[in-house]
């Protein structure tokens, strides 16, 4: 007989897919995906790769590091992405991605901004500003490319390796209550990626 959390998936989509992922978490293809959204996300795609090393860390605690190393090495190999975007082809490609999330009228700002705080790049690691716009920005503002590539390196450790080290640590207890409050936890994430964007919005606004 189906337990409780069993039937719920059934008829929940999100912990459907919930259960789907833990399910997958070590199967053959979780390191390649992984990889592949923490590269993606850094120029393009909207959703990070908690999505996937969370799961793949609460399976086994021993490998988070790991993890938060291999996605601090694609998440930096996709600024790179990123930064060509904003410095090669920001008048189609980079402009488009600029547009689709609502910053369109501030790229020169972006420039300005990045010419004389460059260091904001920090700033992001501890913050839900989305990467990506970061990393576009910093390539318009022709940052760089050696002292791009550093903070980011950085701020992305930051980033990644904080998450292996509450993983690593109270895992067990960050399991149980993504597990009981799933729905509400997915609602947050959504809402600080939401306000990750008017926060980029008003700093930027603000300093320049």
Known sequence: MANGAEARARWNPLRGLYAWVMHNAEGKYAWATMAAIAFAESSFFPMPPDIVMVPMALKDRRRAFLMAACCTLFSV??????YALGSWLYDSVGAWLIRAY?????IELF???????????????????????VTIAAGFA?????????LSAI?????????????????????????KYLEIVLVAFLILITVGYFVFHYVFRHLG
């Open 111 to 133: 420039q300005r901004i990045f010419n004389r705080y460059s260091w904001l790049i920090l700033l992001q690691g501890l913050t839900p500003i989305p990467y990506k716009l």
């Open 102 to 106: 609502g910053m369109g009228s501030d």
């Open 155 to 179: 701020t992305r450790s930051i980033r990644f390796f904080g998450v292996a080290l509450l993983i690593y640590r109270y895992g067990e207890p960050v399991r149980l209550v993504i597990e």
């Open 77 to 82: 190999m996709g600024g790179l992405l990123g």
């Open 142 to 150: 022709a940052m760089n490319l050696g002292y791009f590539m550093l």
